[in-house]
């Protein structure tokens, strides 16, 4: 047997075999959680390549990691399906990746990132990712909110179609925080129902959101308003929580807690509404958080899992 057809064989045995292990979570029936506790390690000031990544989310609890389409675009074929192997052995299965290109600034710009999309969609096809998102900064100091809209709308629509031809779902993350959209001379898109209008004209059927506890605590949402999505609608998912003494109009959104630690935000009906509409992707938390990103890898790790799991324990 030739050493690429051997591994090919190892990776998809390794891939039944991560299957399985994943199945409790992502296969599990109405009423019960499917998200994954999962490990995007920039997020938590962790540097680590992808393949440290798969190791940390295996060591420290995590069910899925994100995947970097730079480095997936690095590896051949062989290495590739190497790496795979190692995620399946390991037991997880990807979370999402980050839209590897900037949107928000001048046109040259974009256009030089959208012309390396193609293969960086490629390279996350081939790896099995299926979800990537981005966020949309709330207001800008240039364009007003009709001009900002259409920009947003004629640029990622252009994304959009090169990921919906790769087969990757694309979420969008509204910006909730008022002290952050205050600060620019023209507010923009910072609540759910913004989104959906963006999506709609986007008009490309891979459009989704990317939800965000903290930004759904400071736009002043509800549960109901994720129960009123489908779970499709939803591409990945942070869990975060706010410091405690302020008011929503106060806080800042770079200064956020791990989810349970304050108690500020109801992290548990977040987390039930989202388990209510079946909601399969990835968990994770985003909040940019001096301490913890002053950890080493191992125990920014540890202590980020603990707190996901610890809120997942409310489900139970």
């Not at 390396?116 to 096809?125: E, R, Y």
């Not at 947003?152 to 509204?174: P, S």
């Not at 903290?214 to 869990?239: F, M, N």
């Not at 770079?254 to 968990?283: C, H, K, W």
Request: hydrophobic share 40%; glycine share 8%; proline share 4%.
């Amino acid at each position: 047997m030739n050493q690429q057809r051997r591994r090919f064989l190892t990776s998809s045995a390794g891939f039944l075999a991560a299957s399985a292990l994943t199945k409790s979570v992502l296969a599990q029936p109405s009423g019960q959680r499917r998200f994954t506790v999962d490990l995007r390690w920039g997020s938590i000031g962790v540097k680590a390549s992808q393949r440290e990544a798969i190791k940390l989310a295996a060591k420290h609890g995590f069910e899925s990691v994100a995947a970097s389409p730079a480095e997936l675009a690095k590896l051949s074929d062989s290495e590739n399906q190497d790496l795979l192997g190692e995620l399946a052995d390991a037991g997880l299965v990807w979370g999402s990746s980050g839209l590897p290109l900037d949107f928000r600034k001048d046109e040259a710009r974009f256009q030089e990132g959208l012309r390396q999309l193609p293969t960086l969609a490629a390279a996350a096809k081939r790896a099995g990712v299926t979800r990537m998102g981005t966020w949309i900064t709330p207001g800008s100091d240039e364009l007003t909110y009709v001009a900002n809209f259409r920009q947003h709308a004629q640029r990622l629509r252009q994304c959009a179609k090169v990921l919906q031809d790769h087969g990757l779902r694309f979420g969008l993350e509204y910006v909730g925080t008022p002290s952050l959209r205050n600060s620019k001379r023209y507010p923009f898109i910072h609540t759910m129902r913004e989104t959906a209008d963006l999506h709609a004209e986007i008009g490309v059927d891979n459009m989704g959101f990317v939800l965000d506890s903290w930004h759904w605590y400071t736009a002043r949402e509800t549960a109901d308003d994720i129960r009123a999505l489908d779970s499709k609608q939803v591409v990945g998912c942070d869990l975060n929580d706010a410091p405690a003494g302020l008011d929503i109009d106060q806080q800042q959104d770079n200064q956020r807690e791990l989810p349970m630690a304050t108690g500020v935000i109801d992290v548990q009906s977040f987390l039930e509404a989202l388990v209510d509409i079946g909601y399969d992707g990835p968990v994770r938390a985003e909040p940019f958080n001096k301490p913890l990103n002053q950890l080493d890898n191992d125990a920014a790790c540890a202590k980020t899992s603990a707190a996901i799991h610890q809120a997942f324990a409310l489900l139970d």
